[in-house]
C-alpha cells in the first residue's frame, strides 16, 4: 500500500490568509503585543477569556490548552511538522476512525479554516456531546483546535470562537522533532502575565 508516500505528500491545509490572519507563526507575530506564553504556543489576553492547562496525570507534562470564550471551549494543541507537507488531512482521517470506534459520528464539512469535523461524540449517560474539529497547517508546525459549547451550532459565538483561534501564535522553536510529536507546552512564567 501507498498510504505513507501519499500521506507524506498531503499538501498544507490553511486559509490562503493564514500568514496575515493567523493562526500566527512566531516569525510573523507582532513582538510588542501582551501575549500569555504556553511554550509552543502564545495566546492573546481578550476580556473575559478564561484559560486552563491540561495536563497529563503520570508524566504532568501540559498536552493541550483549553480556552473559555463566548460560552464554548477551544482546545488547542500545536505539533511538529513537516515543512513541505501538511497533517490535517491525515489526522482528520484519524478522527474520523476514533469517534466512529467509540460509536459517535462525524460530518466532514467546510469552514473558515478549509476543512473541519463536526463530531457528535458519545458521553456515557449523558445525551452525545458536539464538537468541532478544526485545523491549520503553518510553517513547519500544525494548530489541532476542538470547538465545544455555543461555538458549535451558534454563528456569532463561532465567530468569536474562530476569532481567537485566528489570534493563536505557535512557537515552533528550532529543536528537531519529528512530525506529529506534541510542541511543549508550559506553564505562564509568571500568574501576573494571565492578567
Do not use: C
Amino acid at each position: 500500500m501507498s498510504d505513507t508516500a501519499s500521506a507524506a505528500e498531503q499538501p498544507k491545509s490553511a486559509p490562503a490568509d493564514r500568514a496575515s490572519a493567523g493562526p500566527l507563526d512566531e516569525a510573523e507575530a507582532n513582538a510588542v503585543r501582551p501575549y500569555v506564553d504556553l511554550g509552543g504556543v502564545k495566546v492573546l489576553p481578550r476580556p473575559d477569556l478564561a484559560l486552563r492547562l491540561e495536563v497529563e496525570e503520570g508524566s504532568k507534562r501540559v498536552v493541550a490548552v483549553s480556552l473559555d470564550y463566548a460560552g464554548s471551549t477551544l482546545q488547542v494543541q500545536p505539533f511538529a511538522a513537516p515543512r513541505s507537507s501538511g497533517l490535517w488531512h491525515e489526522i482528520r482521517s484519524q478522527i474520523i476512525d476514533q469517534i466512529g470506534k467509540q460509536g459517535g459520528t462525524t460530518t466532514p464539512q467546510q469552514g473558515p479554516f478549509g476543512p473541519e469535523l463536526l463530531a457528535e461524540i458519545p458521553v456515557a449517560g449523558a445525551a452525545p456531546r458536539s464538537a468541532r474539529f478544526i485545523g491549520v497547517d503553518g510553517p513547519r508546525w500544525f494548530l489541532r483546535g476542538v470547538i465545544a459549547g455555543e461555538g458549535v451550532s451558534n454563528p456569532d459565538a463561532a465567530a468569536k470562537v474562530e476569532d481567537l483561534f485566528r489570534s493563536i501564535v505557535v512557537v515552533r522553536g528550532n529543536t528537531p522533532m519529528p512530525p506529529r510529536d506534541l510542541i511543549p507546552l508550559q506553564m505562564p512564567a509568571t500568574g501576573a502575565q494571565q492578567a
